[in-house]
């Protein structure tokens, strides 16, 4: 798959979970979702035409849906049910896909709207188990200098370019100190506030196809 589609599965697989009232997705709201500036690694700005073509791609490879019979077309995801995800699973690939190599650690906190999970080990577990399928799904990447925990990331893309990673992250700026707890705490609530905006926008936008049916 390429980041376009890697994405758009991503964006409905965490809406499913997260907002369900207003799952299945409309183009307009898969759109926003894709774009939105919280929650992403890459922010992208992924132009219509090719969410389009992405989704008739993967409708082709049966991993999304298209409902029948609205005037306003709604996309749901299938690949959850091709590749027998249960809900552990189902929340880790999300947030690998919408945001890339991960600790185990960050997992956890970014899947507590789809799947609380008990500590860190329990995150691990259900890694493992994804990555020593008959097909895996993740793979865990090697210790980068200066880091106390392994990252992992999906195989939806294919083989994995370990090379091309390392060199990213070693490319990747560093900070002299630790923020500061006021610092931190300002992220935290900046990144809620977002979060809160692109809420707002999905349902905003999925009211507006509503009242177009």
């Given at each position: 798959m390429?980041?376009?589609?890697?994405?758009?599965?991503?964006?409905?697989?965490?809406?499913?979970?997260?907002?369900?009232?207003?799952?299945?997705?409309?183009?307009?709201?898969?759109?926003?979702?894709?774009?939105?500036?919280?929650?992403?690694?890459?922010v992208?700005?992924?132009?219509?035409?090719?969410?389009?073509?992405?989704?008739?791609?993967?409708?082709?490879?049966?991993?999304?849906?298209?409902?029948?019979?609205?005037?306003?077309?709604?996309?749901?995801?299938?690949?959850?049910?091709r590749?027998?995800?249960?809900?552990?699973?189902?929340?880790?690939?999300?947030?690998?896909?919408?945001r890339?190599?991960?600790?185990?650690?960050?997992?956890?906190?970014?899947?507590?709207?789809?799947?609380?999970?008990?500590?860190?080990?329990?995150v691990?577990?259900?890694?493992?188990?994804m990555?020593?399928g008959?097909?895996?799904?993740?793979?865990?990447?090697?210790?980068?200098?200066?880091?106390?925990?392994?990252?992992?990331?999906?195989?939806?893309?294919?083989?994995?370019?370990l090379?091309?990673l390392q060199?990213t992250?070693?490319?990747?700026?560093?900070?002299?100190?630790?923020?500061?707890?006021?610092?931190?705490?300002?992220?935290?609530?900046?990144?809620q506030?977002?979060?809160?905006?692109?809420?707002?926008?999905h349902?905003?936008?999925?009211?507006?196809?509503?009242l177009?049916?």
């Amino acid at each position: 798959m390429d980041a376009t589609e890697i994405r758009i599965l991503g964006t409905l697989l965490e809406k499913e979970q997260t907002t369900p009232d207003y799952y299945p997705m409309t183009v307009n709201a898969l759109l926003a979702g894709c774009n939105q500036k919280s929650n992403r690694d890459p922010v992208t700005t992924i132009p219509e035409g090719d969410v389009w073509d992405a989704l008739d791609r993967l409708r082709k490879e049966v991993l999304v849906w298209r409902s029948e019979g609205a005037r306003v077309e709604r996309w749901s995801q299938s690949v959850s049910r091709r590749l027998e995800l249960d809900r552990r699973s189902k929340a880790l690939l999300t947030v690998l896909l919408l945001r890339g190599p991960q600790t185990p650690g960050e997992l956890r906190a970014r899947t507590e709207r789809m799947h609380a999970f008990e500590d860190r080990d329990a995150v691990e577990a259900a890694l493992q188990t994804m990555a020593d399928g008959v097909e895996p799904l993740v793979v865990e990447l090697p210790r980068q200098t200066g880091q106390k925990e392994c990252r992992w990331m999906h195989l939806l893309a294919g083989e994995i370019d370990l090379e091309a990673l390392q060199e990213t992250a070693a490319a990747a700026p560093t900070t002299s100190s630790p923020p500061s707890p006021t610092a931190t705490a300002l992220a935290g609530r900046v990144q809620q506030l977002e979060e809160d905006v692109v809420e707002l926008r999905h349902e905003l936008a999925a009211l507006r196809d509503r009242l177009g049916d």
